[in-house]
């Protein structure tokens, strides 16, 4: 068993876990979570090794199974050490990153660019709408996310092993050859002043008129907001209840590919360095008030 911080492997593990440009010297990412490690086996990725806690691998036995890749126990405190998550489930596997290839457009194809799109988490959810909705591959801009970041990888829920998804350098000029090509060309835009447009609209409209909302988000922070939170995947009802009993769900929540709130997060890591903080304190102030009652 690895049990110690300074082994090679742990040391490579980190690496990719902090650094784009590591995942790139190295050729590999590392993907965190017993689903998405089940998603890149299954998709056929070339998986270099998998990592896990005795405890994962009693509720995990598929890792054992032939053909899956060298496997390699490690102890709950390197597990916390390469994790990029508070809770880790102790389970992880190195993939060798996909060969970048040129664009080749398909008659008949949709394709989604991307430009400067900064948030890894909205990135990974535009991703796993592409495979949802059929899209023949996204084109990313410079300014996006690295597609294999922690975050990113989390929120695409395996759709990007799937997913085909092409880099280019002078988004413009793809955009040129795409009409000159034939193909239709809409882009649409919604900058943050604009995104609290929306949102103080929701509120006017559900506080102030009285009328119901429904707000389709894969902010935490938003849905912190709201009466009732339904939490779906892939089309099934997961979770639903009040903001305050499902966002403190955090195991479950990554489970498919969602994080808690920032707050949530936050009182989590001071739980576990022994401070009395109730979890379910949302709103930033009560946040903030929760854990001066606990310093007092």
Not at 188 to 204: F, N, Q
Request: proline fraction near 5%.
């Amino acid at each position: 068993m690895i049990s110690s911080r300074e082994n090679g492997v742990v040391k490579l593990c980190r690496r990719l876990q902090s650094s784009g440009r590591a995942r790139r010297e190295e050729g590999l990412f590392l993907a965190e979570g017993s689903r998405l490690c089940r998603e890149a086996v299954s998709a056929g990725l070339s998986v270099s090794a998998l990592l896990a806690t005795p405890e994962a691998l009693e509720k995990n036995p598929w890792l054992e199974e032939p053909g899956r890749g060298e496997l390699l126990l490690i102890s709950q405190g390197v597990a916390k050490a390469i994790s990029d998550t508070q809770s880790p489930q102790g389970v992880f596997c190195l993939c060798a990153l996909p060969q970048e290839r040129e664009l080749s457009l398909q008659e008949g194809g949709r394709y989604l660019l991307l430009d400067r799109l900064q948030d890894p988490g909205n990135l990974g959810t535009i991703i796993r709408g592409a495979e949802a909705f059929g899209v023949t591959a996204l084109v990313l801009g410079p300014g996006c996310p690295d597609c294999f970041s922690p975050k990113v990888l989390r929120s695409t829920m395996g759709s990007l092993f799937r997913q085909p998804v092409f880099h280019t350098g002078d988004l413009p000029g793809s955009i040129r050859r795409m009409g000159e090509e034939g193909f239709a060309v809409y882009a649409a835009m919604l900058d943050p002043a604009g995104r609290r447009e929306v949102l103080d609209t929701v509120k006017t409209l559900n506080r102030d008129k009285g009328i119901t909302v429904v707000l389709i988000t894969h902010h935490m922070d938003e849905a912190a907001m709201t009466d009732r939170v339904v939490v779906m995947d892939r089309g099934r009802v997961v979770m639903d209840g009040p903001p305050r009993e499902i966002l403190v769900r955090m195991e479950e929540l990554r489970e498919i590919g969602l994080d808690a709130p920032h707050t949530v997060e936050l009182l989590h890591g001071l739980r576990q360095e022994g401070f009395d903080v109730p979890l379910d304190a949302l709103g930033i102030q009560e946040c903030a008030e929760a854990i001066l009652r606990a310093l007092a």
